[in-house]
Nanobody
Framework: QVQLVESGGGLVQAGGSLRLSCAASGRTFSSYTMGWFRQAPGKEREFVAAVTRSGSSTYYADSVKGRFTISRDNAKNTVYLQMNSLKPADTAVYYC?????????????????WGQGTQVTVST
């Protein structure tokens, strides 16, 4: 069992930056592929980024590529999402997720554990 707690969300102006953190419980964090997803009001949850167990491989949605960076610190049981050049379209609740997949995947079904989410609002 893994419990995930996101933090770092907030209100930022367009063009600004935020760094989200996701702290995981348990001693098996390094055995999970980690992902970030987001859900805007009235829309389905969508993939943002993922990182493999060691952190050596990452995968991004086209909409955030070049602006967002996912990373992890296995010693701290934490995964991060650095978000730069934010746009109003990035406004959503952001969720982190943990799964047993070997690769960094965008498939929602590959993730077994989910956090409660943190709100990110980007104003014009």
């Amino acid at each position: 069992q893994v419990q995930l707690v996101e933090s770092g969300g907030g209100l930022v102006q367009a063009g600004g930056s935020l760094r989200l953190s996701c702290a995981a419980s348990g001693r098996t964090f390094s055995s999970y592929t980690m992902g970030w997803f987001r859900q805007a009001p009235g829309k389905e949850r969508e993939f943002v980024a993922a990182v493999t167990r060691s952190g050596s491989s990452t995968y991004y949605a086209d909409s955030v590529k070049g602006r967002f960076t996912i990373s992890r610190d296995n010693a701290k049981n934490t995964v991060y999402l650095q978000m730069n050049s934010l746009k109003p379209a990035d406004t959503a609740v952001y969720y982190c997720a943990a799964g047993r997949a070997i690769i960094a995947t965008m498939r929602t079904s590959a993730y077994d554990y989910w956090g409660q989410g943190t709100q990110v609002t980007v104003s014009t």
